[in-house]
């Protein structure tokens, strides 16, 4: 049985620019049982972590050529859910709420246990990389699920309940054509006589929003966004 409770050896990824203590880490780390492979900058920790398979990552915060923060956010950017123990010799709360909200999963300060870090990385592999709510992107809008937000070309787009309602199943759809009865379904309380007029009028309302030219209407059978 492997170090992180499934068959086969858990492979880890060490991203720190301290060559002693990545060294320290590594053999430590080996010495347990894992598979482990280090970096010492941050593009090369963000294109190790996009394309090596590894089960969790101990990422440092002040790397050479981007920061392990730049790292964090532009992996979950991509929907990667790779779990991340950020390590920092800043030990603030503001620094350590920086690291989490940026998209990391633990937080260390140096100078650290090496016995705490090891609990934390397999508290960590015990949750695997759970499932995060999705940015959904079609063309220049972006719409974030976590925070209600909306935005078309970086600029922020207002909308009613009901119209980023309408917008998020659209844009979890894209390309196809959604039906005027499956919007009513969806999008509106199947509980209410409500009119399918009400789509049109809203499709209207969204258009003027994010664009005219980004709603089709397909004659008869519905809209898709573009």
Same mark, same amino acid.
Request: proline share 4%; aromatic share 6%.
């Given at each position: 049985? &492997?170090?992180?409770? =499934?068959?086969?050896?858990?492979?880890?990824?060490?991203?720190?620019?301290? &060559?002693?203590?990545?060294?320290?880490?590594?053999?430590?780390?080996?010495?347990?049982?894992?598979?482990?492979?280090?970096?010492?900058?941050?593009?090369?920790?963000?294109?190790?972590?996009?394309?090596?398979?590894?089960?969790?990552?101990?990422?440092?915060?002040?790397?050479?050529?981007?920061? !392990?923060?730049?790292?964090?956010?532009?992996?979950?950017? #991509?929907?990667?859910?790779?779990?991340?123990?950020?390590?920092?010799?800043?030990?603030?709360?503001?620094?350590?709420?920086?690291?989490?909200?940026?998209?990391?999963?633990?937080?260390?300060?140096?100078?650290?246990?090496?016995?705490?870090?090891?609990?934390?990385?397999?508290?960590?592999?015990?949750?695997? +990389?759970?499932?995060?709510?999705?940015?959904?992107?079609?063309?220049?809008?972006?719409?974030?699920?976590?925070?209600?937000?909306?935005?078309?070309?970086?600029? #922020?787009?207002?909308? =009613?309940?009901?119209?980023?309602?309408?917008?998020?199943?659209?844009?979890?759809?894209? !390309?196809?054509?959604? &039906?005027? =009865? #499956?919007?009513?379904?969806?999008?509106?309380?199947?509980?209410?006589?409500?009119?399918?007029? +009400?789509? #049109?009028?809203?499709? !209207?309302?969204?258009?003027?929003?994010? !664009?005219?030219?980004?709603?089709?209407?397909?004659?008869?059978?519905?809209?898709?966004?573009?």
């Amino acid at each position: 049985m &492997s170090p992180g409770g =499934t068959l086969g050896r858990v492979r880890l990824l060490v991203v720190e620019d301290e &060559s002693r203590l990545a060294y320290a880490l590594q053999r430590g780390l080996q010495a347990e049982g894992f598979a482990v492979d280090v970096e010492s900058t941050g593009p090369a920790g963000l294109d190790a972590a996009r394309h090596g398979g590894y089960d969790a990552m101990i990422l440092d915060v002040m790397l050479p050529g981007l920061s !392990g923060y730049e790292v964090v956010r532009r992996l979950r950017a #991509e929907e990667h859910w790779l779990p991340v123990l950020m390590l920092s010799a800043k030990d603030g709360e503001y620094d350590q709420a920086d690291g989490l909200d940026c998209g990391a999963d633990d937080y260390l300060t140096k100078p650290f246990s090496y016995v705490v870090l090891l609990a934390r990385l397999r508290a960590l592999l015990r949750r695997g +990389a759970p499932q995060r709510p999705t940015v959904l992107t079609v063309g220049d809008l972006r719409l974030d699920p976590a925070r209600r937000r909306v935005t078309r070309a970086d600029v #922020e787009v207002a909308l =009613t309940t009901r119209e980023y309602a309408l917008l998020d199943y659209l844009m979890r759809r894209p !390309g196809e054509v959604v &039906s005027k =009865t #499956e919007l009513l379904d969806h999008v509106w309380d199947a509980s209410l006589d409500t009119a399918p007029n +009400a789509v #049109e009028v809203y499709v !209207g309302y969204l258009r003027r929003k994010i !664009g005219r030219d980004r709603l089709e209407t397909i004659r008869g059978a519905g809209y898709r966004l573009r």
